[in-house]
């Protein structure tokens, strides 16, 4: 069995891992990146189109590019890494265990981990689809990864049921790549993904976008022929007489991402109901010296923002190592964040009161799309903590907030937070 | 090539025929239409080793049951495939299906099941098993039933099988059979077989089958029913959960699954396509519906698929097992439940039907009854582990991370004596895809191993064989092509 | 006054307020912009209205690369009308690895003043 000793490990080395362990580095710890595939960059490695890095670098850059940065950055930092390595338990001592080819059976003695794992894709099964199991569905970026990493198309007619980035995105690559789209079919009465997005995948194609329907049905026995949609009513429910057919010989799904929590389940951490780990205002879950950074807390909306929190997320893990490990701490006194009206989930799920004199950074997202609204914070006695106007708030885009409760004026003795969007009171008013 | 004994028919019943045959000195053959074998109604089925007080005491399918449930403990002993004798509950939830019940144990313990045993403390109810309804009043327990994989049952008999001498022919359709001077002689797709004795376990196509030796004295209907499967750390039953039952069948169950999961399931309905595996709308909601009754808390945000499989629901509703008229021709047909819990005792009645019209049933000196336990990451100790793969590295290489799958065990089930030869048999064998992410990590890495290993083309690898590709070809090659012809449709 | 009409409808992706901007014509023959909400979203009108550009990403074939794929973009925005040439001609090559982010693997594509530059480093399958 190889041994490895080292200050923090990362799983995973897509933008969340590369950021934080480039951050652990620089704090001059020693720090190990496991990645399970065969080279370094996640999933950024299969989003060849543009539009990352406008926050990060002020340049437009593709998903490749961008991670390309953090690649370079990695090795001139001589950060160790193991490729093709996949870790198969952590346990409480923060002792972590992972195979590869080349050294076998590994063991990790960590003083802080990292998980950078990233998120997976909803899938058929998730959201119930009737019908035959034909070949020919796929999630959005597993024909992502077929056509742009491993060179080979999955259909000529494709269907794509749902309008998150990912399925537009494919719905341009596929019409690049000689396929024919016809319809990206999504159930809510609004596009999931980026305007820019609709506009230049689909407009500029011509690829129909049918709005407040669903797949309500997979045809074909062998390979699918085809899919019925449905208009669906305000509770999603079918709408009977409202079937369409269209034939396609390939299904897309871009129906949603979910943190991948197997390992952080595994490692005993506690999950919040957005299925990321709960965490405190320094991004440790709840076991100590366990972090999480990106996609695997929360799906971002923007590779740029993974980063930004995978930077902090590398930054406290480092001030871990070198000031809390190993030393007798007392029990820390929390704020607990809860969601209120219009608000999906909100992180962190803590704050540890002997922070709130710093920034924090809050993130969350809306429930439904609205305009002209107002976020609240407030405490248990409904006390405004915090307020904000914004223009308008869409589930696809994650709302970022720095806040310095202290400044604020929150009460010393405050024990939840609620975090709400509301509409703007002057709106009502007009409206009346 | 003339053979003692052909199996028509690849699902758990053929092969356990084919299995329990195979420890004789006979030349025994099993021909499968499909491109695997537990591709029909042993895919589709609940996995449940009842305890066997369910079917009427007029049919002979409740024997084979009673009788097939006590043949399972020495079947896992000798075959390793997963099986668990975790008990059953019939659940009452109201005063009159307490006496029901009672009756059920009453008839039950005089045909010999043991254990059977009326509960009505709720308090020890909901301890055996918290999930359930408040509104339960009482239950039948029946420890001896259980849960097993059915399809890795029947890879496992098919493999000892195999290993005993058995040949097994994939895509095989049987297309007519002709008897003349006791040898039979059947066409198929795979070209022709002659045989002295053919046993039809042809499932759902039984019936065609026996006509075609020109006995018509049965007909069977297919009746579907529909699963939704959930994942699994979304909850944790103890035991198979079944509701009174209806006059079609056991009704709805929720129950685990020997991986772990949890599965709602399965509804009645009969249908006429023999192919229809199709779910529906209704269909699942009826599921649902019915699974609510047992368990209210259904895990459905944690679903992780939904299926459907077709029983062969013969007209008498009982097991149609016969030493027929055409002599050396055995009908097993009409397999309703419990056949899964009844195949080994309709294994022991061909026996007995093969030594009645003159077969020899001579035990073979090397005749191993073992099929020894695929070897599973999962079960390795570190230390076996580091040892293993300095064995062979394919251990260390992880395809799928919803169930911790290596390469190693992916290589084995291709290369298995009754090998995968497609992306479900490899699922079915192994298990990767099974897990919550539907395939979506594993599946690239599952086709390259197969293309790989089969010397194929990714374009070649299909998901269980015929039209079920995957892939349509090189990216670049069909954007020229697409752009010179324009998209096929 | 001149009646104008309004010859093509924008929608502003400048940033996510998504304005629709009109772009309408009058007697004169001469185009005007309305509905647009700031500076930028004017700019980005009056360029989709007579000249649309967009960035193309795409892959290329590589020999003996880790990859069989290398992904590409144009290094400027191109004109829309001549993606498709533009695919087509990226389509038809194949090139030998190793190859370095930022590589002009095309130059001046088509003469239309745009290179295909390399997305990522791809190293030399071993």
């Known amino acids: 069995m190889n041994k490895y000793k080292v200050d923090v490990v990362v799983i995973g080395s897509g933008a969340a891992g590369l950021a934080s362990a480039v951050e652990a580095k620089k704090a001059e710890l020693s720090v190990l990146i496991i990645e399970r595939d065969h080279e370094l960059g996640g999933i950024t490695l299969q989003c060849i189109h543009n539009g990352f890095g406008l926050k990060e670098f002020e340049e437009e850059l593709t998903g490749p590019e961008y991670i390309q940065r953090f690649i370079n950055e990695v090795k001139e930092l001589k950060i160790p890494y193991l490729l093709d390595t996949m870790v198969f338990e952590i346990n409480k001592d923060k002792y972590l265990y992972a195979v590869n080819k080349q050294e076998g059976l590994i063991e990790v003695e960590a003083k802080a981990i990292i998980l950078a794992m990233g998120c997976r894709e909803r899938t058929r099964g998730a959201i119930n689809i009737p019908g035959f199991r034909p070949s020919g569905i796929y999630t959005a970026g597993q024909a992502q990864r077929f056509v742009n990493i491993e060179g080979y198309l999955p259909g000529n007619t494709f269907v794509i049921l749902g309008s998150g980035d990912i399925g537009m995105i494919m719905a341009r690559r596929l019409t690049w790549e000689g396929c024919k789209v016809k319809a990206v079919v999504e159930i809510l009465p609004y596009v999931s993904g980026l305007l820019r997005n609709q506009v230049q995948c689909l407009e500029d194609y011509e690829i129909p976008l049918i709005t407040n329907y669903t797949v309500t049905k997979i045809h074909g026995r062998d390979r699918i022929k085809g899919v019925t949609i449905s208009k669906v009513d305000r509770n999603f429910d079918r709408i009977v007489g409202s079937e369409k057919f269209i034939e396609c010989d390939t299904l897309l799904l871009s129906v949603g991402l979910i943190p991948e929590n197997e390992l952080t389940l595994q490692a005993g951490v506690e999950l919040s109901k957005n299925g990321g780990p709960v965490v405190d205002n320094n991004l440790e879950t709840s076991v100590e010296g366990i972090f999480a950074c990106g996609n695997v807390l929360q799906v971002h909306d923007l590779v740029d923002l993974v980063t930004a929190e995978a930077k902090r997320t590398g930054k406290v893990a480092a001030e871990y190592v070198k000031s809390r490990y190993d030393k007798e701490i007392k029990a820390r006194e929390t704020i607990k964040l809860v969601s209120g009206d219009n608000v999906n989930y909100v992180k962190p799920d803590l704050i540890n009161k002997n922070d709130l004199s710093n920034d924090i950074i809050f993130t969350f997202r809306v429930s439904y799309p609205d305009r002209r609204v107002l976020i609240q914070f407030k405490d248990e006695e409904n006390s405004i903590i915090y307020k904000r106007k914004k223009i308008y708030v869409i589930p696809s885009e994650m709302v970022e907030l720095s806040i310095n409760l202290e400044k604020q004026g929150i009460k010393p003795d405050c024990k939840t937070i609620t975090v709400e969007v509301i509409p703007r009171p002057e709106v009502l008013i007009e409206e009346d | ?489 | ?126």
């Not at chain 2, 009043?137 to 058995?166: C, D």
């Not at chain 2, 374009?459 to 090659?477: A, H, M």
């Open chain 3, 1 to 126: 006054m001149l009646e104008l009409s309004t010859i093509k409808i924008i929608r502003c992706i400048v940033c996510p307020t998504g304005c629709e901007i009109k772009a309408k014509k009058g007697a004169n023959e001469k185009v005007t912009f309305e509905g647009y909400t700031c500076e930028r979203g004017l700019e980005y009108a009056q360029q989709e209205f007579y000249e649309p550009k967009r960035i193309l990403t795409t892959t290329m074939r590589i020999e003996n690369g880790l990859l069989p794929l290398i992904p590409v973009r144009t290094d400027k925005a191109i004109l829309k009308e001549k993606l498709k040439d533009v695919l087509v001609e990226i389509a038809k090559m194949k090139l030998k690895a190793p190859i370095k982010m930022g590589d002009i693997l095309i130059e001046n594509i088509l003469g239309l003043g745009a290179n295909i530059i390399a997305s990522r480093d791809l190293i030399k399958l071993d």
């Open chain 2, 1 to 489: 090539m003339i053979f003692d004994v052909i199996v028509i028919g690849g699902g758990v019943i053929g092969c356990c025929i084919a299995r329990t045959l195979s420890k004789y000195d006979l030349n025994i053959c099993l021909i499968e239409k499909e491109a695997d074998i537990a591709n029909g109604t042993t895919k589709g089925n609940s996995g449940v080793v009842h305890a066997g007080y369910g079917a009427p005491r007029e049919h002979t399918r409740r024997q084979f049951c009673i009788k097939g449930n006590k043949l399972y403990t020495q079947a896992v002993e000798e075959l390793n495939f997963p099986f668990q004798r975790i008990g059953s509950f019939v659940v009452a939830v109201e005063d009159n299906q307490i006496k029901f019940l009672e009756e059920e144990r009453k008839r039950g313990i005089e045909d010999g099941i043991p254990g059977l045993e009326l509960i009505l403390d709720k308090e020890r109810i909901k301890y055996m098993e918290p999930n359930l309804t408040n509104d339960v009043i009482g239950v039948l327990h029946a420890p001896t039933a259980g849960i097993v994989s059915p399809y890795e049952m029947t890879f496992a008999l098919a493999e000892n099988a195999v290993i005993n001498g058995v040949k097994f022919f994939l895509n095989a359709k049987v297309k007519k059979i002709t008897h003349q001077d006791y040898l039979f002689k059947l066409k198929t797709k795979a070209g022709e077989f002659q045989g002295r004795n053919v046993i039809n376990a042809a499932g759902l196509y039984a019936a065609k089958i026996s006509k075609m030796v020109g006995l018509d004295y049965f007909e069977l209907m297919p009746r579907k029913g529909e699963y939704i499967l959930f994942d699994r750390n979304a909850m944790h039953l103890n035991k198979v959960l079944f509701p009174i039952p209806t006059k079609v069948s056991k009704g709805i169950l929720v129950c685990p699954t020997i991986h772990g999961n949890t599965f709602v399931g399965p509804n009645a309905q009969n249908i006429t396509d023999k192919k229809d595996i199709s779910t529906t709308e209704a269909g699942l909601k009826e599921i649902i519906e019915g699974g609510r009754q047992l368990v209210p808390n259904l895990p459905l945000r944690a679903s992780i698929k939904n299926f459907a499989g077709l029983r062969a629901v013969p007209d008498t509703y009982d097991f149609v097992i016969d030493n027929t008229d055409v002599y050396g021709f055995i009908n097993v047909a009409g397999i309703l439940s419990p056949g899964l819990t009844s195949c080994y005792a309709i294994a022991e009645r061909v026996e007995e039907y093969l030594e009645l019209i003159g077969v020899e049933l001579k035990t073979k000196d090397d005749y191993n009854p073992i099929r020894p336990k695929p070897e599973r990451f999962k079960d390795f100790s570190k230390e076996q582990l580091d040892g293993k793969i300095k064995e062979d590295p394919a251990w260390a290489r992880i395809i799928c991370r919803c169930e911790m799958i290596p390469e190693k065990e992916i290589v084995d089930a291709i290369h298995n004596p009754v090998g995968a030869k497609t992306v479900d048999g490899i699922k079915f064998r192994c298990r990767p895809g099974m897990g919550r992410c539907g395939g979506g990590f594993c599946r690239p890495r599952v086709i390259e191993i197969l293309s790989r290993e089969l010397g194929i083309t990714y374009q070649e690898v299909t998901k269980r064989g015929e039209d079920t590709y995957f892939l349509i070809g090189k990216t670049k090659d069909i954007q020229l092509r697409n752009i010179e012809e324009g998209v096929k449709e």
